[in-house]
């Protein structure tokens, strides 16, 4: 049965969706993400033995979706909200139960995963919330191995046009949109390579892929 829900009350629950509320945003981002993932996941090659970090994995759905591509590695997921590492956790529990998925509470700036551990990061519809693209984007290079990409994909951009067509959702939902050519810049100052930059034609979704040298 789908949810009846007044959206307008739910707009603060994007950044780190917490208690009852949150877990109505969960279900909807799991619902409604969907198509949005899946064209994300094309841009990137994912081999069978990945091991695999999701920043931001809320609902949880894109978790099992990796864990589906990597049947013979591991996928890991990280939030902020407590709420949302449990919930993600009921979502994938079989995965979790055979230890597939693994889910921990944490933030991109300092994450506890060793150096040069992970083949892919990805992030999906989490950077406008990070408290600072260029600290979260070292924590992801360094727990990237050499060699390992990072998937970046959202639904939202700043192109001179959205964020003002679009500028009550943006004030209500907390984002903080950074140009593709900026996000471009602060990855290729770090040290990543082969930064390459999706669009989908008459839409705002984009995607950066990138690769720790």
Known sequence: MDIMV????????????????????????????EPLTIWGLTKVKIG???IILDVGCGGGKTLSR????????????IDCSADMVEYSKKVNQKLVAQNRVEIVEGTVEKMGFPNDYFDLVTAFETYYFWHSLPVALKEIWRVLKPGGSLLLVNEMVQDGVYEITNAKLIEETHVRLIPLKEIQRVLQSIGFVDVQVFTEIDSAWNAVIAKKQ
């Open 6 to 33: 007044d959206n307008s009350n739910l707009m603060d629950q994007f950044k780190c969706p917490t208690g009852s509320r949150g877990r109505i945003v969960a279900k909807l981002m799991n619902r409604e993400h």
């Open 48 to 50: 069978s033995d990945y």
């Open 66 to 77: 990796l864990a589906q591509l990597a049947p013979g590695g591991k996928v890991f997921g």
